[in-house]
């Protein structure tokens, strides 16, 4: 019993390192680009998080996404502390289109 608990626990361990490998570095690319958006604050660049946020679901498996999502809407909450102005409303607007993607599950 032992024996098969630790060869579980082992291959869930595997698994959750191999998931961490391919999709991380897509969180944290589409982490960089919103931050980088975020610190402009161009309002015509909303599309761009948007794309960004798209891409970003696209590469991860469809019951990871909402976690993903609030990881990235994490992120964006912590820059809209650190701003003002449209750099703030940037985020906000950011923060409005990860909930609608989170409420689309």
């Given at each position: 019993?032992?024996?098969?608990?630790?060869?579980?626990?082992?291959?869930?361990?595997?698994?959750?390192?191999?998931?961490?490998?391919?999709?991380?570095?897509?969180?944290?690319?589409?982490?960089?680009?919103?931050?980088?958006?975020?610190?402009?604050?161009?309002?015509?660049?909303?599309?761009?998080?948007?794309?960004?946020?798209?891409?970003?679901?696209?590469?991860?498996?469809?019951?990871?996404?909402?976690?993903g999502?609030?990881?990235?809407?994490?992120?964006?909450?912590?820059?809209?502390?650190?701003?003002?102005?449209?750099?703030?409303?940037?985020?906000?607007?950011?923060?409005?289109?990860i909930?609608?993607?989170?409420?689309?599950?």
């Amino acid at each position: 019993m032992k024996g098969q608990l630790t060869e579980r626990l082992t291959a869930f361990a595997s698994d959750l390192r191999d998931w961490h490998i391919r999709y991380m570095p897509h969180l944290d690319n589409c982490r960089a680009i919103l931050r980088k958006l975020i610190a402009k604050g161009d309002p015509s660049a909303v599309g761009l998080a948007e794309r960004a946020i798209n891409e970003y679901l696209e590469w991860i498996p469809p019951e990871a996404r909402k976690s993903g999502l609030r990881l990235l809407q994490e992120d964006v909450m912590a820059q809209h502390e650190a701003v003002i102005g449209v750099q703030r409303s940037f985020a906000e607007a950011v923060n409005a289109y990860i909930e609608k993607k989170i409420a689309e599950g």
